[in-house]
């Protein structure tokens, strides 16, 4: 993974770990046990989910940028769904506090989409690629008539 790719990820993950861990305590706090247990469910699905599909955003501004605009609105569509069918699949478990789990779903990925775009607006990424300027032949402005 290139070290932009891997800054990036690394810029998002964290603070969801943060903040999940603050959901950790605020659920295990307000709804015991249980509580904790789903906040902690719930970080790691948003991590798991949400790092998966950066990566394969990433890949793909790689190997197809022509598809990246498309494949990015696509994949944030999927991972949505995905998430709304893992809180349905879970909203009768026994295993944690579904309320504690889907809070706390929802506000990490709040807090992943924003790191996400802070990472972007901060990474130092180069739009024209300082090879191409060498090898392409220069022309002079203006009409040739």
């Known amino acids: 993974m290139p070290s932009n790719d891997a800054r990036t990820l690394l810029q998002t993950a964290l603070p969801t770990a ?3 861990a603050v959901a950790a305590l605020v659920s295990g706090v307000v ?3 249980k509580g904790a247990v789903g906040a902690i469910v719930a970080t790691l699905v ?3 989910f949400m790092g998966i599909g950066l990566v394969v955003l990433q890949r793909t501004a790689k190997s197809l940028p ?3 605009q498309a494949m990015g609105l696509a994949l944030y569509t999927a991972q949505l769904l995905l998430l709304f069918i893992f809180v349905a699949v879970f909203k009768n478990t026994t ?3 579904p309320k504690a789990f889907a809070c ?4 990490l990925t709040l807090v992943w989409i924003g790191a996400q775009a802070r990472a972007h607006m901060k990474a130092k990424i180069l739009y024209v690629e300082p090879d191409s300027a060498k090898t392409e032949k220069s022309e ?3 009409s040739k008539s």
Do not use: Q, R, W, Y
Not at 104 to 107: G, I, Q, R, S
């Open 95 to 97: 295993l944690f506090n």
């Open 66 to 68: 022509h598809l990246f």
């Open 104 to 107: 706390t779903l929802v506000a």
């Open 46 to 48: 948003v991590i798991l």
């Open 140 to 142: 002079t402005p203006g």
């Open 31 to 33: 709804a015991g046990g």
């Open 18 to 20: 943060a903040a999940g």
